[in-house]
C-alpha cells in the first residue's frame, strides 16, 4: 500500500517574458516504511515536488 502516490505532476514557472519548465510529467510512489530523498541542484525542482504532493 502507497502512503503518498503522485501522478503526472507538472509545474511552470511564467516570468517577465520567460517560461521555466521545472516539472514535467513526474510520478512518486511510496511505500509504508520506506526513506526517501528527494535531491537536485538549486532551481531544479525538489521542493516544488514536495510542496505539490
Known amino acids: 500500500m ?3 502516490n503522485v501522478n503526472h ?3 511552470i514557472y511564467k516570468t517577465a517574458g ?3 519548465r521545472i516539472l ?3 510520478n512518486l510512489q511510496v511505500m509504508k516504511g520506506e526513506m526517501v ?3 537536485g541542484p538549486s532551481g531544479s ?3 516544488v515536488k ?3 504532493s
Open 18 to 20: 520567460e517560461t521555466m
Open 9 to 11: 505532476i507538472s509545474k
Open 24 to 26: 514535467q510529467n513526474v
Open 50 to 52: 514536495i510542496r505539490l
Open 45 to 47: 525542482g525538489d521542493y
Open 37 to 39: 530523498a528527494i535531491m
Open 2 to 4: 502507497y502512503v503518498l
